[in-house]
Nanobody
Framework: QVHLVESGGGLVQTGGSLRLSCAAS????????MGWFRQAPGKEREFVAA????????RYADSVKGRFTISRDNAENTASLQMNSLKPEDTAVYYC????????????????WGQGTQVTVSS
């Protein structure tokens, strides 16, 4: 069992940056690949980024490629999402998740989820 808690969300202007963190308790995060998803009001949850267990492989949604960077620190049992050049369309609740799959872009592949953190980008 893994308990995930996100932090770092907030209100930022267009072009600004935020860094989201995901802290884990329970089993070590190094046993799982990690992912970030987001859900805007009235929309389905969508994939943002994923990282393999070792951190050697990453995947990004086209909409965030070049602006967002996913990382992990297995020693600290954390994962992070650095978000730069934020746009109003990035506004959503962001969730971190853990998966037994090597690296996953589908939310169905993730077993454990955090409660989410709100990111709001003002225009």
């Amino acid at each position: 069992q893994v308990h995930l808690v996100e932090s770092g969300g907030g209100l930022v202007q267009t072009g600004g940056s935020l860094r989201l963190s995901c802290a884990a308790s329970g089993r070590t995060l190094s046993s799982y690949s990690m992912g970030w998803f987001r859900q805007a009001p009235g929309k389905e949850r969508e994939f943002v980024a994923a990282i393999s267990r070792s951190g050697g492989t990453t995947r990004y949604a086209d909409s965030v490629k070049g602006r967002f960077t996913i990382s992990r620190d297995n020693a600290e049992n954390t994962a992070s999402l650095q978000m730069n050049s934020l746009k109003p369309e990035d506004t959503a609740v962001y969730y971190c998740a853990a998966s037994n799959v090597v690296i996953a872009v589908l939310y169905q592949s993730y077993t454990y989820w955090g409660q989410g953190t709100q990111v709001t980008v003002s225009s």
